[in-house]
């Protein structure tokens, strides 16, 4: 069994910041890619930003600049630094992680997704 448990969502005004943090727990083998969706009403869910194991990010073009992707490989926990934030990046925010519970293929797990409103 696997648990993802995503925390730190919130309200916050324009050009405030916010730190999300999503940890795996459970049988975990290893942890390849990591990442961060966001979903708004009406909206399809899109990538905001991913990390591999080997650290290499990836930024959706609307973030790049204000949001900083890490993770604690130690701790199999994803962090999501989110700077200047705008009313646009209100959101439920869900991570997802790309793990093997053993020797074999990978399986994606999703948090239960955390929300963040931005008020201007």
């Known amino acids: 069994q696997v648990q993802v448990v995503e925390s730190g969502g919130g309200l916050v005004q324009a050009g405030g910041s916010l730190r999300l943090s999503c940890a795996a727990s459970g049988s975990i083998f290893s942890i390849n890619a990591m990442g961060w969706y966001r979903q708004a009403p009406g909206k399809q869910r899109e990538l905001v930003a991913s990390i591999t194991s080997g650290g290499i990010t990836n930024y959706a073009d609307a973030v790049k600049g204000r949001f900083t992707i890490s993770r604690d490989s130690t701790e199999n926990t994803v962090y999501l630094q989110m700077s200047s934030l705008k009313s646009e990046d209100t959101a439920v925010y869900y991570c997802?992680?790309?793990?093997?519970?053993?020797?074999?293929?990978?399986?994606?797990?999703w948090g239960q997704g955390t929300q963040v409103t931005v008020s201007s």
């Open positions: 997802n992680i790309n793990l093997k519970t053993r020797p074999g293929p990978l399986f994606s797990y």
